[in-house]
């Protein structure tokens, strides 16, 4: 089975332009003071150039099978942690964020499709192939194929998720603080601002201030979350 030429080579440009916009995350969440996801970030930089790569391999400069070798254990070690922090999260949420699941899932789709496609198709018959062309010049029909399907449906399932949960830009704007007043009518407290911590009577604000910065560009995040977890689907329900 296989998709139109044209949107196979559209998703490949579209993954290399997520994995070039989560690198400039990484170096502007510092710069404009927002907060980064810096692991799921760099995973995404990643699959966004692997999966550019499988899509289309003129994209990838480091075709070959030392290199998917590599790809492999970097998304095995990427699976074993995001698999941890996932436990992490249930037994002690106040420490980790409950959303490292989905993300153990992504880097185990992610070998399974380095796998499949070894398995598929010869290296060697792969150099210059897009990801259609593999499936139709493949002897072999597709390695357990009932776990492709099962992730290409988790794939949709996490994206119908997170359009669910997206909110409206405005909807940040509708609960403005109000100025905090001292119990004296003659004074008249500063407020306390990642700017204007007072550790005298808060200590934790200094700490707050740096681990609790806004996220840089919430939205356009899960728009590319979106973006990548649709074009997983759709390359794991090609290899069918």
Known sequence: MGGPPWLTALLAVVMLLVAIYCALRLALGPILHRRVEHDIDLLHVGMGVTMAGMLNPRLNPWSGAGWDTTWEIIFAV?????????????????????????????SGAMIYMFVALSAMTPTSARAGMNMNEMGSASATTTPAPTLALALGLFMVGYSVLLI???????????????????????????????????????????QLSSRQQPLLAPQATTIYKIAMSLTMAYMLVTML
């Open 78 to 106: 990427a699976t074993a942690y995001f698999l941890t922090r996932a436990v992490t999260s249930m037994v002690r949420p106040n420490i980790a964020n409950g959303h490292y699941l989905p993300h153990a899932v992504h």
């Open 164 to 206: 669910n949960h997206t909110r409206p830009p405005t909807t940040t704007l509708l609960h403005e603080p109000a100025p905090l007043v001292s119990a004296s009518a003659s004074t008249i407290t500063t407020p306390i601002t990642a700017t204007n911590p007072n550790p005298s009577l808060f200590p934790e604000a200094k």
